[in-house]
């Protein structure tokens, strides 16, 4: 069993930067494929980025690359998400998610565990 915490959220204007945090529980992180993805109002939830959990191959939806940044530190328990030049269509309810051994996917029915989720306003 593993529980995931994010942190980092809150409001920025748009063009600003914000970092999420999840921390995960257990001794196994380095076994986990992490994950991000975010729900907007009135929206399904999508997949943002991905990071494997042995060569730390790192994927990215077509509408965050080149702006958002994923990361992991292993000793730490911990995956980042760096997001830069934010915009107001980033506004949602960001949510860290693990998959034991898994190829970076963008398919939430393949993450096994996730976490309460992070809100993230950009004003414009």
């Known amino acids: 069993q593993v529980q995931l915490v994010e942190s980092g959220g809150g409001l920025v204007q748009a063009g600003g930067s914000l970092r999420l945090s999840c921390v995960a529980s257990?001794?196994?992180?380095?076994?986990?494929?992490m994950g991000w993805f975010r729900q907007a109002p009135v929206k399904e939830r999508e997949f943002v980025a991905a990071i494997t959990w042995n060569r730390g191959t790192r994927y990215y939806a077509d509408s965050v690359k080149g702006r958002f940044t994923i990361s992991r530190d292993n000793a730490k328990n911990t995956v980042y998400l760096q997001m830069n030049s934010l915009k107001s269509e980033d506004t949602a309810i960001y949510y860290c998610?693990?998959?034991?051994?898994?190829?970076?996917?963008?398919?939430?029915?393949?993450?096994?565990?996730w976490g309460q989720g992070a809100q993230v306003t950009v004003s414009s």
């Open positions: 257990g001794r196994t992180f380095s076994s986990y494929t």
């Open positions: 998610a693990a998959r034991m051994y898994g190829v970076g996917s963008e398919s939430e029915k393949s993450y096994h565990y």
